[in-house]
């Protein structure tokens, strides 16, 4: 047999004995039917009380160009980039047109009571849609709005007794998450540069009943010290061209997060206060997402407990570019879109969409989208399982 038969017929041996496969049948085609949108405020002023009162530091904190805890001018260009951006993401998946103004309904705005929540939706507007009639809606002022304010509005069964064990078996105590973070306190200590054996002094860590029982009150090391580490956040977030005295890394920054993070350890993430904070809220996501009829965009815009409390009844951890993990970004926002693929299966995809520090400072139009995995699905989520999954994790209505 010549040489060439022989090669011939191995390789006729070969292909006989190859077992053959089907080729994968691709991914089905997915259409994005309705977006809601959960998002913190933007860049404000500090809030009173936020640097604690005999807090010491080396030198003088900067000025702010508005009164306590309102949007800043820079905040609130900050929040029209956003807009514009989000609106060009929307766009991309055929939420909304890329141009001209939505249609009537087909975009949704409500936001919180406080000036700094009805600003930052009002600066979104402006980016998103300039020029358009898109109402930014609000409860009146002095209201308590329970999307937002869950427990302050006696919205469930809240007992601050049975939420302060819980608390404390999920985080082992406010001793040891105090010991947690022995290392970040000291690093604020040297950003502070007080000179003194610690620049934030107070009581020890406890855990109490709010005076009203609608909540809990925390004090210590962490309560002290988060506020400052957010106002070092948003002096960044800010475009301050010193931010800590000059001792304030991107590193820094981030480490110092944890601090803040820490807060909602205490606050929203133990399964308990998740299902309380993020009770209301999380029955107006499902709502939103299952109703036969809507606007293509509802966005919700509260404060960082509301982003925390329902990523933690998602069982989510925020994670995002330039932030410690569990803390939260100005304007971050969960994502929850509802899909439908070409079988007619309704589907839920959950993001967080962030800026860093630096990108708002800059007043940079970038912004990261995070995938994030509800536990109990892949990826996407059916949406009644995801309905199911949530509303079991929250307290029922009183």
């Not at 929307?90 to 047109?97: D, E, I, S, T, Y």
């Not at 009581?203 to 957010?230: F, K, M, N, V, Y």
């Not at 205490?266 to 809507?294: C, E, K």
């Not at 304007?331 to 969409?353: C, H, I």
Request: glycine content about 10%; charged content about 20%.
């Amino acid at each position: 047999m010549t040489i060439r038969r022989t090669l011939l017929a191995i390789a006729t041996a070969v292909t006989l004995a190859t077992p053959t496969f089907a080729a994968p049948r691709p991914a089905p085609a997915l259409k994005v039917e309705r977006v809601v949108m959960v998002m913190r405020h933007g860049v404000r002023a500090p809030i009173d009380g936020e640097v604690p009162v005999g807090t010491r530091t080396a030198a003088p904190w900067p000025t702010w160009p508005v009164a306590a805890e309102q949007m800043t001018p820079h905040g609130m260009r900050a929040m029209a980039i956003r807009g514009a951006a989000d609106r060009a993401w929307l766009a991309a998946r055929g939420v909304v047109p890329a141009a001209g103004c939505p249609a009537r309904g087909t975009v949704g705005v409500w936001t919180n009571v406080s000036r700094r929540t009805i600003d930052s939706g009002t600066g979104f507007v402006a980016g998103f849609a300039p020029g358009c009639d898109i109402a930014v809606g609000h409860r009146a002022a002095g209201a308590v709005d329970p999307l937002f304010e869950a427990l302050r509005a006696g919205t469930t069964d809240f007992v601050p007794q049975t939420a302060i064990a819980a608390i404390e078996r999920f985080t082992g105590g406010m001793d040891r998450l105090a010991a947690k973070h022995r290392a970040e306190l000291r690093l604020l200590d040297r950003v502070l540069g007080c000179a003194q054996p610690t620049c934030s002094p107070g009581a020890p860590p406890a855990l109490r009943a709010s005076a009203d029982g609608h909540g809990i009150e925390l004090d210590g090391p962490i309560r002290r010290t988060s506020g400052i580490a957010q106002v070092l956040l948003l002096e960044t977030a800010e475009g301050m061209p010193v931010v800590g005295w000059g001792r304030v890394t991107p590193a820094t920054l981030e480490r110092l997060g944890r601090l803040h993070a820490a807060l909602f350890d205490v606050f929203t993430r133990s399964p308990y206060m998740a299902a309380h904070q993020a009770g209301p809220l999380g029955r107006r996501v499902i709502a939103s997402l299952t109703a036969p009829n809507g606007p293509a965009l509802d966005l919700l815009v509260g404060h960082d407990t509301n982003v925390t409390a329902l990523a933690a009844a998602l069982r989510v951890d925020l994670v995002s570019p330039g932030y410690a993990r569990g803390d939260t970004a100005p304007a971050g926002t969960l994502v929850l879109e509802r899909l439908r693929d070409d079988r007619g299966a309704a589907v839920v995809r959950l993001s967080y969409r962030t800026q860093t520090p630096a990108e708002l400072g800059r007043l940079g139009s970038r912004v990261t989208t995070t995938p994030m995995t509800i536990p109990g699905c892949v990826q996407l989520c059916p949406l009644d399982r995801f309905a199911a999954l949530l509303s079991a994790h929250l307290a029922p209505a009183s």
